[in-house]
């Protein structure tokens, strides 16, 4: 897999932000999972040059979080849980720099089936 959104054995993946581009600040992240199978959003900052979607994938089929500033997976709820179960809600309030960011669920296989996003963070 190339890490682009695509078909997985799991069947199609994909995260979406909606907006991609938020004021700097206090920012709520209101994860819907519409999905049959559990996930979560993590919030890593993406470096100059860096696309979302291009982090190295482990042998357990995950990237790694160093540097993650925060994630919702908790069903329900907000923080950090054991994922947000399908057609469930859960949430994460961040303060973020201007700046971009990489969504992902890191959950084992759903990143490089293409559960990934770019959020922008302006001014």
């Known amino acids: ?3 682009r959104p695509g078909w997985h054995d799991m069947g199609m993946m994909r995260l979406v932000a909606q907006p991609a581009t938020v004021p700097s600040g206090q920012v709520t992240l209101r994860v819907v999972n519409a999905g049959a199978l559990p996930h979560e959003v993590v919030v ?3 470096r100059a040059g860096q696309t979302a979607g291009a982090r190295a994938v ?7 979080e160093a540097g993650s ?3 919702a997976s908790r069903t329900c709820g907000a923080g950090t ?3 947000i ?4 809600t859960g949430w994460t309030t961040l303060t973020l720099q201007p700046g971009r960011y ?3 669920c890191n959950n084992p296989g759903h990143y490089a089936a293409g559960m990934y996003t770019e959020l ?3 001014r």
């Open 1 to 3: 897999m190339d890490g």
């Open 44 to 46: 890593l900052p993406l």
């Open 81 to 83: 849980g054991d994922g």
């Open 69 to 71: 500033l925060g994630e």
């Open 102 to 104: 990489e969504l992902l």
């Open 85 to 88: 179960l399908p057609r469930t």
């Open 58 to 64: 482990g042998a357990v089929g995950r990237v790694s």
């Open 120 to 122: 922008d963070v302006v």
